[in-house]
Every structure is written in structure tokens, then in C-alpha cells.
């Protein structure tokens, strides 16, 4: 186009205006055409006068001012002089409309130029770029938000481009204890652990089909355990990678303490049973394709109660946190040594060419427990008793070493403690019965798998009830329920009646003050063992039962035994008065069959005496059994004593009792030994039932 060009506002002129014309006034954009000196306007489009109130024809010949204001003018003069030097010029201003509407324009001011002069005229290209600009303010917007929600969250929110980090929020930043400015521009991989590189990788070149978990390396040289989730974004045909890091370095450590409390004592920190098993099962697996022994050491520390009970549980607890150090320093790095619970110890020695081998190593280790203990300002002195089971002649199966080195271990401790024993087949049925039923004795105590039955004792006359007999039972694992002639006498003679008995004691009151709650109002008896009634304690653990329930002194019923009445008379008036002042009732056990004498049935506080089962299986046809029961029923009712007839089983045995007045019957005939839920609802069933 040159300066000469007419260009006017009407329909005159040639096509070729007519044409300029109708593409001018079909377009949005806001055209002109300016001369510069003068500043007059020679065209202006449909859209250009109407934004500015004019008609087509009207504005032609009008200067800048005329047509944007004087105001306007003021602030565009700097740009129209750039243009008259031939700069295009380009620019942003507000435009309010006739409306009072306020627009974002942007203006294109073109100078006309011809050969080298300097322009004589312009073009003036307006834009309404308002929608452009508000879409780029609510992207900010947005933008703003994102940022405030990203720096808001605690898990990190990271973009990248192929492996470029473009964008990270605070908490990613602080993830990797790094500013932000430090970590855009950067490789993704320059924060991952080596170990975690491939894992990385991989997970960004698949685009995160799923959430993995990779170690970073912190700017410190820390590691941090991270779950990432990732995203890919695609927007205005732009793809973007998005993964939000989140730490879980405190889950990982949980899932890893977890771990370690499956598979470890949490006092010693030794492997547990579960761990000794597998690793056990390992070692026979690699000794039978090598053809070589494995030695099983059950260690057992010999009278460790003893300091539990002087120094307390605290010290005990020390002291096999201590043992435990001592026998893993001992031991080569190859062999295991784990807890199996309690003070029992299980060593593994793998490798062996043949049983002697494993000699020196148990003579070690019984010298590393022997040595002394400095613990809580005193020292100590303990032993061991140690039983071996060798793979594959004791066993072949983690089980049966394991329990055969358990029978050494007692065989150990029957020989005098302090020493060790091999597993030997040649040990009798009965001994290793002996040993196995000790060992389960011992179990049991730890694990409680014991109960009580009751069974009734009713007055004969009546058939009311007047107190229910404790009687213990074994639920054993293996052999199932086990009455108390199958382990009461050998818990005796092995020293484990006391823990046994304790228990008994703490049951039967717990149960009587059950029932006391619920409106049964019914006396329990159980048997004290003559070791439990020399314990010095014995007065004190029942009335401190008897307080804990609050249960009253009237509803508990002891039975001792004959043999204990010719023990020191002095001492056995003392407790047996004692036990009165708590309100118990005191009944002699089995009258008759042990040192039956009218003495100490005078001399000492006796209520209730008990006539043993073995008179009254034959009465009323055993004439010897018949002058026995009648004579021992006199001698109570002179002497003001209640007698009991035990083992009642048939309705003739129950009517000559009740022809001599015996107090009470105890029997099959009246009820078996009833669990607990079973022997409440027999005496809920009963005519007559004692109650509050």
C-alpha cells in the first residue's frame, strides 16, 4: 500500500476498496488508518467506529484526540512518536466502553512506510485480548491455589520432564533438605539412593502404573523411605509427570520392629522359638546333604526363682539380659543360641564331625554361666543344667531334639544340677516318663492349663447342700483332662507344688466370690499339700485372697492331711490359729488311713474331719469297714466335730450314713466333679440351695 492510496469511509472506489471494505468490517478486531501528520483518520472498520461512537462516514477526517480523548491522546503520544521514526509499536491499555464496560485491549500501531521516507501515515490494529487476559488471571488464579494447597499438604508434589524436576512444593523440598531453587532444573535421579536407581527408573519410564517405594538421599547424606504415587497430565497437548513423595520411613521401622518381635525375645532380644525352629530346620537340611551332626543344647538356669523372689523381677530380668550377651560371645558366629522363654536357653551347634565334639562347647558354656554375676550391688553366683540331643541319632525332626534335649536337661538336674547330660535311648520308659511329666508339670504351671471341678458335699439327712470341694485338674495338651493322682505327688516331690497350690488358692475364692455375687452362698474346700501348709507365707496368701475379693473367711474350708498334726506342735497351733482368726473352716483330710489320735484331734482347732473313702466303699457288708465308720462318727459327734463320709456311690452306703447321723456324704452318688458353669447350674437345679 502506498501513501497515495485513497482510502475514505464511504462506498467509493474501485473493487479492490470495496473488497478491503468488506474484510475490514467483517473482522473483530478494531482496524484504522492514520495519517501521521496531522493525525487524521482515512478508515476506520465497523468494529473500530462503533467502539468508539462514531459512524464510518463521521470519523473520517477526525485526528487521535478527536476520536480517544484528550486523555487517551496523553498517554498514547509516546508510542505515535516511535511510530513516526517507523517502530512498530505494540501495547496494552484498558478500554472502558460507552456502556461503562471495561475491556483489555491490545494495540498494534504499524507505520505506512514507502522506500526510505519516513512514514506519512499508520495503521492502527486494535484486539480485544480481555477474555485472553481473564483466562490467564484464573489460571494464576489457580495456579496460586495449587501452590498454597501443594505448600499446605505434608507430602511432597513433584512435576518433571523427562527426568527434570520442573516444580517441587515445599514439602518435597524439605523431604530432600534442600531449597526449592536447588532442586528445579535438577535430574530426579541425583536424589535417588544406588540402591533405589533401577526402581526409579523403570517406574518413570512405565508412567507409574502403580505406587512403588524407592530410599532418597537426603542433601545430608540421610536416607529417607519413600511411597510414590505418580500421574501423567495431559494439557493443551502438553504432557506432564506429577508424583506426590510421601515418607514412611516411621511405617517402614514399624514394619521392621514388628518383624523382629516375631521373631525375637523382646527381653534379650534372642531369637524367639518360632526363629530357633526355622533356623534349626535350615541346619538339619545343610547337615544332612554334608553328613554332619547338629548338637541341640536346652539349657535351663537351676534355682533362678531364688532370685527372682529375693531381688525381684527387675534384677531377674538383668540378669538373663546379661546371660544372653554372655553365651552369644561365647559361641562361634555359626552356631545360634535363642530364648525359648522363662530361664530356658536353646543353643544350635551345626557342623559337627561326631557327639564329642560338641563336649567343649558345653563345657564353655556351663563355665560362662557359672560365672559370677555383678547385679544391683551384689554378686551373684547361678548355674545350669544342660541337656543335649545330637541330629541325627537323638532325633531327626526339630521336635523330637528338642524335646529330647528337654529330658536331658532333667536328667541334668536330677544328677545334682550344674552339669550337663546327653539324650540317651537306653534311659528307661519310666524315667523318661518321669522327666517328660516334670517337664509338663513345669509348662503347665507357666502356661495355666489348669482348672477346678467341684464336687458337692450335701447334708445326709437332707440333701441340702453345705459346701463344694475344689478339686484340680490338668488340661493337658497332649493327654487331655489328667485328675490330680496323675501329677499332684510327683509335683510334690519335684518342688512344684507351690506355684500349683497358690493357684488353687487364688481360683477357689475368685470363684466362691463369683458366686457369691450372683446370690449362691456356698463354702469351698481345698486341699492344702503338707509342703504348702510349712510355707511361712501360707496365713498371709490366703488372707491377702481373702481381701482381694472381699470374700468373708467363713466360706473358705481347708483340708490338711493327718501326717501334718505330728509335726511341731507349738508352731503348727500357731498357724492353725491364725487361719481360725481369719474365720476358715479346718477339716482333717482322708481320716483314718495315716496317724489317727485322739490328741491332736483335742489340741488343735478342728472343725470337720473327713473319713476316707476306703471305709465306706464296703459298708454296710464290710463288718471291720461298718464298726470303723460307726466309731469315727461317735468319736466327732462327742468331741462336737462334723464328719464327712467321702466316695459315696450307692443309695445303701447313703442310708446307713444317714441311719448313724453322719453330717454329710461326698460322692459319685450326689455328683461327679463338675467344671465350673456345670456344677453352678446343678446347684441352681437343687430343691435346696443355700442362698444370700
Known amino acids: 500500500m502506498n501513501s497515495q492510496m485513497p482510502i475514505s469511509g464511504g462506498p467509493k472506489g474501485t473493487t479492490s476498496e470495496q473488497q478491503l471494505r468488506l474484510l475490514a468490517d467483517n473482522l473483530p478486531a478494531l482496524i484504522a488508518y492514520f495519517t501521521i501528520n496531522g493525525l487524521m483518520c482515512q478508515f476506520a472498520n465497523k468494529a473500530y467506529v462503533t467502539a468508539y461512537g462514531f459512524t464510518i462516514d463521521s470519523i473520517v477526517g477526525k485526528s487521535v484526540p478527536d476520536v480517544i480523548g484528550a486523555e487517551a491522546y496523553a498517554v498514547i503520544q509516546p508510542y505515535i512518536l516511535r511510530v513516526m521514526e517507523g517502530e512498530t509499536v505494540s501495547y496494552e491499555r484498558p478500554l472502558i466502553l460507552p456502556d461503562g464496560s471495561q475491556r483489555v485491549i491490545e494495540v498494534n500501531l504499524i507505520p505506512h512506510i514507502i522506500g526510505d521516507a519516513k512514514p506519512q501515515s499508520a495503521f492502527v490494529l486494535i484486539t480485544d485480548i480481555t477474555k485472553f487476559r481473564r483466562a490467564e488471571e484464573a489460571i494464576r488464579e489457580s495456579e496460586d491455589r495449587m501452590r498454597k494447597f501443594a505448600d499446605a499438604t505434608n507430602e511432597g508434589i513433584v512435576f518433571f520432564d523427562s527426568g527434570i524436576i520442573t516444580d517441587i512444593n515445599e514439602a518435597g523440598a524439605r523431604l530432600v533438605r534442600l531449597p526449592v531453587e536447588k532442586i528445579i532444573g535438577r535430574q530426579i535421579l541425583d536424589f535417588v539412593a ?37 500421574k501423567v497430565i495431559v494439557r493443551d497437548g502438553k504432557t506432564l509427570r506429577m508424583t506426590v513423595a510421601r515418607d514412611i520411613s516411621e511405617r ?53 526363682k531364688t532370685i527372682n523372689d529375693s531381688l525381684g523381677h527387675y534384677a531377674g ?31 544350635i551347634i551345626s557342623g559337627l564331625e561326631c557327639t564329642e565334639d560338641v563336649i567343649p562347647i558345653a563345657e564353655k558354656i556351663a563355665e560362662c554361666i557359672s560365672e559370677p554375676f555383678a547385679l544391683e550391688g551384689q554378686t551373684l553366683g547361678v548355674s545350669g543344667s544342660i541337656g543335649i540331643s545330637m541330629y541325627p541319632q537323638d532325633g531327626e525332626n526339630t521336635d523330637t531334639l528338642i524335646r529330647n534335649a528337654d529330658a536331658a536337661m532333667y536328667l541334668a538336674k536330677e544328677r545334682g544340677r550344674s552339669n550337663f547330660q546327653f539324650f540317651m535311648p537306653s534311659l528307661t520308659k519310666s524315667a523318661a516318663n518321669s522327666l517328660s511329666i516334670e517337664s509338663g508339670i513345669r509348662k503347665a504351671i507357666k502356661n495355666v492349663e489348669f482348672v477346678l471341678h467341684y464336687q458337692p458335699e450335701v447334708v445326709s439327712q437332707t440333701g441340702v447342700i453345705n459346701a463344694v470341694e475344689a478339686l484340680i485338674r490338668w488340661k493337658h495338651p497332649d493327654l487331655g483332662l489328667l485328675g490330680p493322682d496323675k501329677f499332684i505327688s510327683f509335683a510334690e516331690h519335684r518342688g512344684l507344688i507351690m506355684p500349683i497350690g497358690r493357684w488353687v488358692i487364688n481360683e477357689a475364692i475368685r470363684q466362691c466370690k463369683e458366686w457369691l455375687d450372683v446370690g449362691l452362698r456356698i463354702p469351698i474346700a481345698i486341699n492344702i499339700s503338707a509342703v504348702q501348709f510349712k510355707q511361712k507365707d501360707l496365713v498371709e496368701l490366703i488372707a491377702a485372697n481373702l481381701k482381694s475379693y472381699d470374700l468373708p473367711g467363713e466360706l473358705l474350708e481347708l483340708e490338711l492331711t493327718e501326717s501334718l498334726f505330728l509335726e511341731d506342735v507349738t508352731a503348727m497351733t500357731k498357724t492353725l490359729s491364725r487361719l481360725k482368726d481369719l474365720g476358715v473352716t479346718l477339716a482333717v483330710d482322708d481320716f483314718g488311713t495315716g496317724y489317727s489320735s485322739l490328741a491332736y484331734l483335742k489340741r488343735y482347732p478342728i472343725d470337720k474331719i473327713k473319713i476316707d473313702r476306703s471305709f465306706i466303699s464296703d459298708i454296710p457288708y464290710n463288718a471291720d469297714d461298718v464298726a470303723i465308720t460307726t466309731a469315727i462318727i461317735n468319736l466327732a459327734d462327742s468331741l462336737g466335730l462334723q464328719v464327712v463320709a467321702e466316695g459315696v456311690e450307692t443309695q445303701e452306703q447313703a442310708d446307713f450314713l444317714e441311719r448313724y447321723h453322719c453330717d454329710y456324704i461326698q460322692g459319685y452318688l450326689v455328683s461327679y466333679p463338675l467344671p465350673p458353669d456345670e456344677i453352678f447350674a446343678w446347684m441352681k437345679q437343687r430343691k435346696f440351695v443355700i442362698a444370700v
Open 194 to 230: 544406588p540402591d533405589s536407581v533401577e526402581t526409579v527408573a523403570n517406574n518413570i519410564r512405565a508412567g507409574f502404573e502403580r505406587p512403588y517405594e524407592a530410599n532418597m538421599l537426603r542433601a545430608d547424606g540421610t536416607l529417607v523411605t519413600l511411597e510414590f504415587a505418580g
Open 317 to 347: 530380668d538383668q540378669l538373663l539380659k546379661r546371660l544372653a550377651q554372655r553365651l552369644q560371645a561365647c559361641l562361634r558366629s555359626v552356631d545360634l543360641v535363642g530364648r525359648l522363654g522363662g530361664d530356658e536357653f536353646l543353643v
Open 252 to 304: 517402614k521401622q514399624a514394619e521392621a520392629r514388628i518383624q523382629f518381635l516375631a521373631h525375637h525375645d523382646i527381653l534379650t532380644h534372642l531369637p524367639n522359638r518360632a526363629m530357633l525352629l526355622d533356623r534349626l530346620q535350615i541346619m538339619l537340611n545343610v547337615a544332612k546333604r554334608q553328613g554332619t551332626q547338629v548338637g541341640v543344647l536346652f539349657i535351663d538356669l537351676d534355682n533362678f
